[in-house]
Protein backbone atom coordinates (compact mmCIF):
# COMPACT_ATOMS: atom_id res chain seq x y z
CA UNK A 1 0.00 0.00 0.00
CA UNK A 2 1.53 3.42 -1.04
CA UNK A 3 -0.30 6.94 -0.90
CA UNK A 4 0.58 9.54 -3.55
CA UNK A 5 -0.31 12.73 -2.85
CA UNK A 6 -1.04 15.69 -5.41
CA UNK A 7 0.96 18.29 -4.08
CA UNK A 8 -0.69 21.29 -6.49
CA UNK A 9 -3.99 19.87 -4.79
CA UNK A 10 -2.78 19.40 -0.92
CA UNK A 11 -3.83 22.53 1.21
CA UNK A 12 -2.86 20.96 4.69
CA UNK A 13 -6.26 20.94 5.79
CA UNK A 14 -5.34 17.30 8.09
CA UNK A 15 -8.45 15.48 7.56
CA UNK A 16 -6.33 12.59 6.77
CA UNK A 17 -4.05 13.21 9.93
CA UNK A 18 -7.51 13.04 12.02
CA UNK A 19 -8.27 9.65 10.34
CA UNK A 20 -4.80 8.01 10.53
CA UNK A 21 -2.22 10.20 12.76
CA UNK A 22 -0.12 7.15 12.73
CA UNK A 23 0.43 7.82 8.66
CA UNK A 24 -0.10 11.14 7.72
CA UNK A 25 1.68 14.18 9.50
CA UNK A 26 0.79 18.10 8.73
CA UNK A 27 3.31 20.16 9.61
CA UNK A 28 2.84 24.08 10.68
CA UNK A 29 3.73 25.10 7.45
CA UNK A 30 0.74 22.63 6.21
CA UNK A 31 2.88 20.15 4.55
CA UNK A 32 1.74 16.78 4.61
CA UNK A 33 4.47 14.15 5.55
CA UNK A 34 2.92 10.51 4.41
CA UNK A 35 4.68 7.39 6.01
CA UNK A 36 7.07 5.76 3.66
CA UNK A 37 5.93 2.40 5.06
CA UNK A 38 2.30 1.53 6.26
CA UNK A 39 1.89 -1.29 8.97
CA UNK A 40 -0.34 -4.62 7.44
CA UNK A 41 -2.77 -3.63 10.31
CA UNK A 42 -6.06 -4.43 8.62
CA UNK A 43 -7.70 -1.66 10.72
CA UNK A 44 -5.40 0.65 10.41
CA UNK A 45 -5.58 -0.07 6.16
CA UNK A 46 -9.21 0.79 6.23
CA UNK A 47 -8.65 4.19 8.22
CA UNK A 48 -5.73 4.92 5.53
CA UNK A 49 -8.20 4.04 2.41
CA UNK A 50 -10.84 6.35 4.54
CA UNK A 51 -8.19 8.70 4.83
CA UNK A 52 -7.84 8.61 0.82
CA UNK A 53 -11.87 8.62 0.15
CA UNK A 54 -12.06 11.09 2.91
CA UNK A 55 -9.76 13.82 1.72
CA UNK A 56 -12.32 16.58 0.87
CA UNK A 57 -9.82 18.06 -2.40
CA UNK A 58 -9.48 14.77 -3.50
CA UNK A 59 -5.61 15.08 -2.61
CA UNK A 60 -4.45 11.50 -2.51
CA UNK A 61 -4.37 8.16 -4.57
CA UNK A 62 -3.72 5.37 -3.00
CA UNK A 63 -2.04 2.32 -5.02
CA UNK A 64 -2.58 -1.23 -3.15
CA UNK A 65 0.11 -3.57 -3.28
CA UNK B 1 -37.72 -13.02 4.72
CA UNK B 2 -37.07 -16.96 4.45
CA UNK B 3 -34.85 -17.88 2.00
CA UNK B 4 -34.97 -14.14 0.23
CA UNK B 5 -32.11 -11.84 -0.17
CA UNK B 6 -32.34 -8.94 2.51
CA UNK B 7 -32.58 -5.33 1.13
CA UNK B 8 -30.50 -2.53 2.78
CA UNK B 9 -31.67 1.05 1.53
CA UNK B 10 -29.66 3.93 1.95
CA UNK B 11 -31.44 7.25 1.58
CA UNK B 12 -28.68 10.46 0.43
CA UNK B 13 -26.55 10.56 -2.10
CA UNK B 14 -23.73 12.81 -0.17
CA UNK B 15 -20.89 11.88 1.70
CA UNK B 16 -22.59 10.04 4.56
CA UNK B 17 -24.65 8.26 2.16
CA UNK B 18 -21.06 7.30 0.09
CA UNK B 19 -19.55 6.03 2.98
CA UNK B 20 -22.26 4.05 4.14
CA UNK B 21 -22.73 2.28 0.56
CA UNK B 22 -18.59 2.15 0.00
CA UNK B 23 -18.76 0.20 3.60
CA UNK B 24 -22.32 -1.94 3.00
CA UNK B 25 -21.14 -3.62 -0.75
CA UNK B 26 -17.92 -4.87 0.68
CA UNK B 27 -19.44 -5.97 4.52
CA UNK B 28 -22.92 -7.49 3.23
CA UNK B 29 -21.90 -8.72 -0.03
CA UNK B 30 -25.20 -10.84 0.07
CA UNK B 31 -27.69 -8.21 0.47
CA UNK B 32 -29.00 -5.95 -2.18
CA UNK B 33 -27.82 -2.42 -1.59
CA UNK B 34 -30.62 0.40 -3.08
CA UNK B 35 -28.61 3.63 -2.99
CA UNK B 36 -30.98 6.41 -3.42
CA UNK B 37 -30.21 10.00 -4.13
CA UNK B 38 -31.92 12.96 -5.04
CA UNK B 39 -28.43 14.14 -6.82
CA UNK B 40 -28.46 14.36 -10.57
CA UNK B 41 -23.89 14.22 -9.72
CA UNK B 42 -21.92 11.77 -8.07
CA UNK B 43 -20.87 12.38 -4.93
CA UNK B 44 -19.18 15.31 -4.88
CA UNK B 45 -16.55 17.54 -2.16
CA UNK B 46 -19.06 20.11 -0.44
CA UNK B 47 -16.14 21.71 1.53
CA UNK B 48 -14.24 22.61 -1.92
CA UNK B 49 -17.66 24.69 -2.95
CA UNK B 50 -17.16 27.90 -1.13
CA UNK B 51 -13.55 27.57 -1.60
CA UNK B 52 -11.33 26.01 -4.38
CA UNK B 53 -14.30 25.74 -6.98
CA UNK B 54 -15.35 29.17 -5.78
CA UNK B 55 -12.00 30.12 -6.77
CA UNK B 56 -12.24 28.47 -10.21
CA UNK B 57 -9.16 26.78 -9.06
CA UNK B 58 -10.47 23.39 -9.67
CA UNK B 59 -13.30 22.61 -12.15
CA UNK B 60 -16.54 20.45 -11.69
CA UNK B 61 -14.38 17.24 -12.67
CA UNK B 62 -11.73 17.59 -10.14
CA UNK B 63 -14.95 17.56 -7.14
CA UNK B 64 -16.23 13.78 -8.16
CA UNK B 65 -15.76 11.39 -5.35
CA UNK B 66 -13.61 8.66 -7.05
CA UNK B 67 -15.89 5.39 -7.94
CA UNK B 68 -16.69 3.00 -5.14
CA UNK B 69 -14.39 0.37 -6.03
CA UNK B 70 -14.87 -3.51 -5.48
CA UNK B 71 -18.06 -5.82 -7.11
CA UNK B 72 -21.03 -3.66 -7.32
CA UNK B 73 -23.33 -6.59 -8.70
CA UNK B 74 -25.09 -5.80 -5.97
CA UNK B 75 -25.59 -2.17 -5.82
CA UNK B 76 -28.35 -0.35 -7.50
CA UNK B 77 -28.39 3.08 -7.87
CA UNK B 78 -31.68 5.12 -8.20
CA UNK B 79 -31.52 8.55 -8.82
CA UNK B 80 -34.73 9.95 -7.05
CA UNK B 81 -35.46 12.27 -3.76
CA UNK B 82 -37.23 9.96 -0.98
CA UNK B 83 -40.84 11.47 -0.11
CA UNK B 84 -42.21 9.50 2.59
CA UNK B 85 -41.44 6.67 4.86
CA UNK B 86 -43.96 3.81 6.26
CA UNK B 87 -42.16 2.13 9.26
CA UNK B 88 -44.95 -0.25 9.45
CA UNK B 89 -44.72 -1.86 6.12
CA UNK B 90 -40.96 -0.83 5.88
CA UNK B 91 -41.05 0.88 2.45
CA UNK B 92 -39.75 4.13 1.76
CA UNK B 93 -42.14 5.92 -1.18
CA UNK B 94 -40.23 8.38 -4.04
CA UNK B 95 -40.75 11.26 -5.80
CA UNK B 96 -42.40 9.69 -8.38
CA UNK B 97 -44.57 7.04 -6.36
CA UNK B 98 -42.64 4.24 -6.29
CA UNK B 99 -42.22 2.16 -3.64
CA UNK B 100 -39.44 0.66 -2.26
CA UNK B 101 -39.40 -2.35 0.29
CA UNK B 102 -36.70 -2.22 2.66
CA UNK B 103 -35.20 -4.49 5.64
CA UNK B 104 -32.74 -1.93 6.85
CA UNK B 105 -33.05 1.37 6.07
CA UNK B 106 -29.46 3.66 6.73
CA UNK B 107 -30.97 7.46 6.77
CA UNK B 108 -28.45 10.29 5.20
CA UNK B 109 -30.13 12.93 3.42
CA UNK B 110 -28.57 15.53 4.86
CA UNK B 111 -29.00 18.90 5.41
CA UNK B 112 -30.59 21.85 3.70
CA UNK B 113 -30.15 26.05 3.35
CA UNK B 114 -32.18 28.00 4.98
CA UNK B 115 -33.18 30.86 2.94
CA UNK B 116 -35.01 34.05 4.39
CA UNK B 117 -38.52 34.37 3.09
CA UNK B 118 -37.85 37.88 1.46
CA UNK B 119 -34.72 36.59 -0.52
CA UNK B 120 -36.84 33.40 -1.58
CA UNK B 121 -37.35 32.87 -5.59
CA UNK B 122 -35.26 36.19 -6.63
CA UNK B 123 -33.40 36.08 -9.30
CA UNK B 124 -29.66 37.17 -8.45
CA UNK B 125 -29.74 35.15 -5.16
CA UNK B 126 -28.78 32.03 -4.10
CA UNK B 127 -27.86 29.95 -1.16
CA UNK B 128 -24.85 27.96 -1.69
CA UNK B 129 -25.54 23.93 -0.48
CA UNK B 130 -24.92 22.09 -3.55
CA UNK B 131 -23.06 21.72 -6.39
CA UNK B 132 -25.70 23.14 -8.82
CA UNK B 133 -25.71 26.56 -6.12
CA UNK B 134 -21.81 26.65 -7.03
CA UNK B 135 -21.59 26.65 -10.55
CA UNK B 136 -25.00 29.08 -10.96
CA UNK B 137 -22.80 31.66 -8.68
CA UNK B 138 -20.14 30.68 -10.05
CA UNK B 139 -21.48 32.14 -13.93
CA UNK B 140 -22.61 35.38 -12.06
CA UNK B 141 -19.71 36.22 -11.33
CA UNK B 142 -18.40 36.52 -14.99
CA UNK B 143 -19.76 39.90 -15.34
CA UNK B 144 -17.87 40.88 -12.38
CA UNK B 145 -21.12 41.81 -9.56
CA UNK B 146 -20.85 43.81 -6.40
CA UNK B 147 -21.47 41.44 -4.00
CA UNK B 148 -23.27 41.04 -1.00
CA UNK B 149 -22.74 38.71 1.57
CA UNK B 150 -25.84 38.01 3.72
CA UNK B 151 -24.67 36.52 7.24
CA UNK B 152 -21.35 36.10 8.85
CA UNK B 153 -21.36 32.01 9.44
CA UNK B 154 -18.76 29.88 7.93
CA UNK B 155 -20.25 29.71 4.70
CA UNK B 156 -20.64 33.31 4.59
CA UNK B 157 -17.60 34.46 5.52
CA UNK B 158 -15.58 31.49 3.64
CA UNK B 159 -17.62 33.22 0.24
CA UNK B 160 -16.94 36.63 1.44
CA UNK B 161 -12.59 35.91 1.30
CA UNK B 162 -13.23 33.66 -2.35
CA UNK B 163 -14.87 36.33 -3.76
CA UNK B 164 -12.27 39.06 -2.24
CA UNK B 165 -9.38 37.01 -3.61
CA UNK B 166 -11.12 37.39 -6.98
CA UNK B 167 -10.60 40.34 -6.59
CA UNK B 168 -14.65 41.55 -6.69
CA UNK B 169 -16.02 44.53 -4.15
CA UNK B 170 -18.11 42.54 -1.09
CA UNK B 171 -19.92 43.72 1.30
CA UNK B 172 -21.15 40.85 3.93
CA UNK B 173 -24.16 41.78 6.55
CA UNK B 174 -24.34 39.88 9.77
CA UNK B 175 -27.29 40.11 12.66
CA UNK B 176 -24.15 39.79 15.68
CA UNK B 177 -21.36 42.11 16.53
CA UNK B 178 -19.14 39.18 15.71
CA UNK B 179 -18.43 36.78 12.53
CA UNK B 180 -18.15 32.75 12.88
CA UNK B 181 -19.52 33.28 16.42
CA UNK B 182 -21.27 29.69 16.76
CA UNK B 183 -18.49 27.88 15.03
CA UNK B 184 -15.65 29.07 17.25
CA UNK B 185 -17.56 29.74 20.54
CA UNK B 186 -16.37 33.77 20.11
CA UNK B 187 -13.00 32.03 21.19
CA UNK B 188 -11.15 34.68 18.44
CA UNK B 189 -12.85 37.92 19.94
CA UNK B 190 -12.13 40.61 16.58
CA UNK B 191 -9.54 38.53 14.68
CA UNK B 192 -12.05 37.19 11.96
CA UNK B 193 -13.51 40.84 12.09
CA UNK B 194 -9.55 41.72 11.17
CA UNK B 195 -8.96 39.57 8.58
CA UNK B 196 -12.07 40.40 6.36
CA UNK B 197 -11.82 44.01 6.52
CA UNK B 198 -7.45 43.72 6.10
CA UNK B 199 -9.14 42.10 3.21
CA UNK B 200 -11.44 44.54 1.75
CA UNK B 201 -14.52 43.29 2.92
CA UNK B 202 -17.24 45.80 3.77
CA UNK B 203 -18.26 44.28 7.21
CA UNK B 204 -22.39 45.71 8.42
CA UNK B 205 -22.39 44.45 11.70
CA UNK B 206 -25.52 44.55 13.83
CA UNK B 207 -27.19 44.66 10.62
CA UNK B 208 -30.43 42.49 8.94
CA UNK B 209 -31.95 42.75 5.55
CA UNK B 210 -35.28 43.73 5.50
CA UNK B 211 -36.27 44.50 1.85
CA UNK B 212 -35.09 43.56 -1.57
CA UNK B 213 -35.42 46.00 -4.65
CA UNK B 214 -35.98 44.44 -8.01
CA UNK B 215 -34.65 45.34 -11.18
CA UNK B 216 -36.48 43.57 -14.23
CA UNK B 217 -36.90 40.62 -11.53
CA UNK B 218 -33.53 40.85 -10.44
CA UNK B 219 -31.60 41.79 -7.33
CA UNK B 220 -30.53 45.69 -7.42
CA UNK B 221 -30.44 46.41 -3.83
CA UNK B 222 -31.00 45.31 -0.42
CA UNK B 223 -32.50 47.24 2.44
CA UNK B 224 -31.25 47.51 6.05
CA UNK B 225 -33.32 47.01 9.07
CA UNK B 226 -32.11 50.69 9.90
CA UNK B 227 -33.17 51.93 6.70
CA UNK B 228 -29.49 51.85 4.84
CA UNK B 229 -29.45 50.88 1.04
CA UNK B 230 -26.79 48.64 -0.33
CA UNK B 231 -26.53 48.04 -4.10
CA UNK B 232 -25.47 44.60 -4.93
CA UNK B 233 -26.31 42.49 -8.36
CA UNK B 234 -25.59 39.48 -6.41
CA UNK B 235 -26.50 38.43 -3.17
CA UNK B 236 -24.88 34.77 -1.54
CA UNK B 237 -27.14 33.79 1.36
CA UNK B 238 -25.29 31.73 4.82
CA UNK B 239 -28.16 31.47 6.70
CA UNK B 240 -27.64 28.09 8.09
CA UNK B 241 -29.50 25.27 7.10
CA UNK B 242 -31.35 22.79 8.50
CA UNK B 243 -32.00 18.69 8.12
CA UNK B 244 -33.68 17.04 5.63
CA UNK B 245 -36.14 15.10 7.55
CA UNK B 246 -39.92 16.39 5.72
CA UNK B 247 -39.95 13.29 4.05
CA UNK B 248 -40.00 11.42 7.82
CA UNK B 249 -42.86 13.00 9.21
CA UNK B 250 -45.82 10.59 10.50
CA UNK B 251 -43.06 7.84 9.79
CA UNK B 252 -43.24 7.98 14.01
CA UNK B 253 -39.64 8.10 13.87
CA UNK B 254 -38.34 10.22 16.60
CA UNK B 255 -37.18 13.79 15.04
CA UNK B 256 -36.20 16.72 16.82
CA UNK B 257 -33.82 19.05 14.99
CA UNK B 258 -32.07 16.15 13.01
CA UNK B 259 -33.04 12.00 13.28
CA UNK B 260 -32.46 11.07 17.25
CA UNK B 261 -29.87 8.44 17.43
CA UNK B 262 -28.71 6.86 20.84
CA UNK B 263 -24.39 6.21 20.47
CA UNK B 264 -24.78 3.41 17.64
CA UNK B 265 -26.35 5.59 15.23
CA UNK B 266 -29.86 3.60 15.59
CA UNK B 267 -33.00 5.33 15.52
CA UNK B 268 -36.23 4.64 17.75
CA UNK B 269 -37.47 1.96 14.78
CA UNK B 270 -35.31 -1.47 14.65
CA UNK B 271 -33.22 -2.04 11.73
CA UNK B 272 -32.83 1.57 10.69
CA UNK B 273 -29.89 4.01 11.08
CA UNK B 274 -29.05 7.43 10.56
CA UNK B 275 -25.87 9.63 9.54
CA UNK B 276 -24.46 12.58 8.27
CA UNK B 277 -26.03 16.22 8.80
CA UNK B 278 -29.58 14.93 9.09
CA UNK B 279 -28.48 12.41 12.69
CA UNK B 280 -28.88 13.85 16.48
CA UNK B 281 -27.17 10.84 18.06
CA UNK B 282 -25.56 10.75 21.78
CA UNK B 283 -21.94 11.07 21.52
CA UNK B 284 -20.12 9.36 24.13
CA UNK B 285 -17.50 11.47 24.60
CA UNK B 286 -19.43 14.55 25.76
CA UNK B 287 -22.25 12.21 26.50
CA UNK B 288 -24.57 14.81 24.55
CA UNK B 289 -26.76 14.53 21.61
CA UNK B 290 -25.40 16.60 19.00
CA UNK B 291 -25.71 17.13 14.97
CA UNK B 292 -22.78 17.61 13.52
CA UNK B 293 -22.73 19.10 9.97
CA UNK B 294 -19.15 18.43 8.68
CA UNK B 295 -17.16 16.75 6.19
CA UNK B 296 -15.68 14.49 8.04
CA UNK B 297 -18.17 13.47 10.55
CA UNK B 298 -20.04 12.57 7.68
CA UNK B 299 -17.47 10.00 6.37
CA UNK B 300 -16.60 8.56 9.87
CA UNK B 301 -20.27 8.76 11.04
CA UNK B 302 -21.54 6.89 7.25
CA UNK B 303 -19.20 4.01 7.99
CA UNK B 304 -19.89 3.65 11.14
CA UNK B 305 -23.62 3.51 11.04
CA UNK B 306 -22.81 1.33 7.96
CA UNK B 307 -20.98 -1.27 10.52
CA UNK B 308 -23.58 -0.64 12.82
CA UNK B 309 -26.78 -1.74 10.68
CA UNK B 310 -24.61 -4.47 8.74
CA UNK B 311 -24.65 -5.83 12.70
CA UNK B 312 -27.92 -5.74 12.83
CA UNK B 313 -28.53 -7.60 9.53
CA UNK B 314 -26.09 -10.12 9.74
CA UNK B 315 -25.98 -10.72 13.72
CA UNK B 316 -22.17 -10.44 13.35
CA UNK B 317 -21.79 -8.51 17.00
CA UNK B 318 -18.13 -7.78 16.46
CA UNK B 319 -19.34 -5.12 13.95
CA UNK B 320 -21.02 -2.85 16.53
CA UNK B 321 -19.77 -0.06 17.96
CA UNK B 322 -20.81 2.90 19.72
CA UNK B 323 -19.82 6.43 17.49
CA UNK B 324 -17.59 8.42 19.81
CA UNK B 325 -15.87 11.03 18.22
CA UNK B 326 -14.17 14.51 18.97
CA UNK B 327 -15.56 16.53 15.85
CA UNK B 328 -13.30 18.36 13.68
CA UNK B 329 -13.94 21.08 10.67
CA UNK B 330 -11.65 23.55 9.31
CA UNK B 331 -12.32 27.08 7.06
CA UNK B 332 -9.84 28.71 4.51
CA UNK B 333 -9.70 32.51 4.45
CA UNK B 334 -6.88 34.37 2.90
CA UNK B 335 -4.76 31.56 3.05
CA UNK B 336 -5.67 30.98 6.87
CA UNK B 337 -5.95 27.65 7.91
CA UNK B 338 -8.62 27.89 10.69
CA UNK B 339 -9.31 24.62 12.38
CA UNK B 340 -12.02 23.58 15.44
CA UNK B 341 -11.68 20.15 17.21
CA UNK B 342 -14.24 19.29 20.04
CA UNK B 343 -18.07 20.57 20.89
CA UNK B 344 -17.22 23.98 23.00
CA UNK B 345 -20.99 24.43 23.55
CA UNK B 346 -21.62 24.69 27.24
CA UNK B 347 -17.91 25.76 27.89
CA UNK B 348 -16.64 27.39 31.20
CA UNK B 349 -13.77 28.79 30.53
CA UNK B 350 -11.27 29.83 27.30
CA UNK B 351 -7.92 29.85 27.66
CA UNK B 352 -6.70 32.04 24.56
CA UNK B 353 -2.74 31.48 23.51
CA UNK B 354 -1.25 33.86 21.71
CA UNK B 355 2.43 33.94 21.81
CA UNK B 356 4.16 36.85 19.61
CA UNK B 357 5.95 34.02 16.83
CA UNK B 358 2.83 31.84 17.06
CA UNK B 359 1.62 31.93 13.16
CA UNK B 360 -2.24 32.96 14.67
CA UNK B 361 -4.06 32.67 17.90
CA UNK B 362 -4.91 29.01 19.96
CA UNK B 363 -7.99 28.84 21.95
CA UNK B 364 -8.54 25.96 23.97
CA UNK B 365 -12.35 25.66 25.58
CA UNK B 366 -13.02 23.81 29.07
CA UNK B 367 -15.60 22.72 31.13
CA UNK B 368 -15.79 21.74 34.72
CA UNK B 369 -11.95 21.58 34.20
CA UNK B 370 -11.89 18.97 31.51
CA UNK B 371 -10.52 20.41 27.78
CA UNK B 372 -14.42 19.90 25.63
CA UNK B 373 -12.59 21.40 22.44
CA UNK B 374 -9.87 23.68 20.68
CA UNK B 375 -9.83 26.34 18.06
CA UNK B 376 -6.46 27.36 16.09
CA UNK B 377 -4.86 29.14 13.30
CA UNK B 378 -2.55 27.95 11.05
CA UNK B 379 -1.16 25.36 13.83
CA UNK B 380 -2.57 22.23 12.09
CA UNK B 381 0.06 20.12 14.29
CA UNK B 382 -0.69 21.27 18.07
CA UNK B 383 -4.59 21.47 17.20
CA UNK B 384 -4.68 17.46 15.77
CA UNK B 385 -2.58 16.71 19.09
CA UNK B 386 -5.46 18.46 21.29
CA UNK B 387 -8.01 16.28 19.24
CA UNK B 388 -6.86 13.37 20.17
CA UNK B 389 -5.92 14.62 23.97
CA UNK B 390 -9.53 15.20 24.01
CA UNK B 391 -10.58 12.03 22.84
CA UNK B 392 -8.02 10.31 25.36
CA UNK B 393 -9.42 11.95 28.22
CA UNK B 394 -12.75 11.40 27.74
CA UNK B 395 -12.08 7.79 27.46
CA UNK B 396 -10.16 7.81 30.66
CA UNK B 397 -12.75 9.58 32.06
CA UNK B 398 -14.55 6.75 30.77
CA UNK B 399 -12.71 3.74 32.15
CA UNK B 400 -12.44 5.22 35.53
Not at chain 1, 43 to 50: C, D, G, I, P, Y
Amino acid sequence: MKIIVDRQRCDGNGVCMGIAPEVFDVDDDLYLHVAENIPEDPELRARVRQSVTSCPILALKLVED
Amino acid sequence: MGGMRQRIVVAGGSLAGHSAVTELVGLVPEAEIVWVTGEQHRTYSKPALSKEFMQARNELSELMLPDIGGDLSNLRIVRRSCASLDTANRTVTLDDGEKIAFDQLLIATGAQARMPGMLRGVGGVFPLRTLDDAVAIRESLAGRPKVLVVGGGLIGCELAASMRTLGLEVTLVERLDTLLDRPFGGAFGSYFLDLHRANGVDLVMDAMVERVSLNDGRVAAVELADGAKIETQLVVVGAGSEPCTQWLEGSGLIVADGVVCDSYLATSMPGIFAAGDVARWTNPIYDLQMRVEHWTNASAQGRAAARNLAASATGRQELRKPFADVPYFWSDQYGQKIQMVGWHQGHDRVELDRSADAPGPLARFYRDGRMIAAAGVNVPRIVMRLRRQIEEEARAQEAA
